[in-house]
């Protein structure tokens, strides 16, 4: 971890150092030579030497107007080497430098798959959501609303609808298991709290997930209003609902209001 973290630094260190005066020498030419032989190492999968190209262009040809093309394939090599949080770095530091860029859009849209990437794996398969850390999926489709919002007409539109949709399956399943946990204990109140947080958020068209709540509907009808308005903490009682309460919470905190987001996929 810690050598994570060096690392990070040193790269956000380097890029944002960069405002110097090129050396003495330096040419255009010369700049877009060494880009390109950074993206003939990248088409090739040679990540190292991919990278030493690339950060030879953005130390030594800060000026050039290859510098930006080279921060964000730089971002684009750490994620090909699954270097998430190395790539997040690389591409704020470019958006917070070139924010009109013409590649800000993809870089946006990058940084948003970047914390994607880091969602696990192994979510569908574990029994029990609540034990299972998925911030780094309500950040990716926070990102994935706002690119959407911010850039309705780009060529990427069509993959990040594509990359929200497979992130707001995960955010349904998880508030479903939860539901589904509380249906169980007879808590209908958490039951509809989690329908309710699915309904006003997401857009389900899964015949299976739909099943699923209809289900659960049939077990807890919402009554009333109130049925709605009860603290999670009125909810859980039981020892082993510890973990479902604090997911609850982190969900009310975390999660946006949906917006131009696209039908979630079928969850298998």
Request: proline share 5%.
């Amino acid at each position: 971890m810690k050598k994570k973290l060096f690392l990070v630094t040193c790269i956000a260190s380097l890029l944002f150092s960069c405002t110097s005066a090129p050396k003495v020498g330096e040419t255009e030419s010369d700049a877009e030579t060494v880009y390109r032989q950074g993206l003939y190492y990248l088409e090739k999968d040679d990540y190292n030497n991919a990278e030493a190209k690339f950060m030879k262009v953005i130390s030594d040809f800060s000026f050039s107007k290859y510098e930006p093309y080279a921060t964000v394939a730089l971002g684009d090599t750490y994620f090909e080497k699954e270097e998430f949080s190395s790539a997040i770095t690389v591409y704020e530091t470019f958006l917070k430098r070139h924010p009109k860029h013409e590649l800000a859009p993809e870089a946006e849209l990058h940084k948003a798959n970047s914390y994607f990437a880091q969602r696990p794996s192994d979510f569908f398969l574990l029994p029990d959501p609540s034990e299972k850390d998925i911030e780094e999926v309500y950040t990716a489709a926070a990102l994935y609303r706002e690119f959407l919002k911010k850039y309705p007409d780009d060529k990427n539109v069509e993959e990040c609808r594509e990359n929200l949709a497979k992130a707001e399956t995960i955010l349904i399943e998880k508030d479903l298991r939860i539901a589904e946990f509380y249906g169980k204990k007879k808590k209908c109140a958490g039951v509809n709290l989690r329908l309710k947080h699915i309904s006003e958020n997401y857009e389900v068209t899964s015949p299976k997930v739909a099943a699923r709540i209809n289900k659960l509907r049939q077990k807890c009808p919402p009554e009333t209003a109130l049925d709605y308005q009860k603290p999670v903490t009125e909810v859980v009682e039981e020892g082993n609902s510890e973990n479902a309460s604090q997911t609850e919470n982190n969900a009310q905190e975390q999660t946006t209001p949906r917006e131009g987001a696209s039908s979630a996929s079928e969850t298998k």
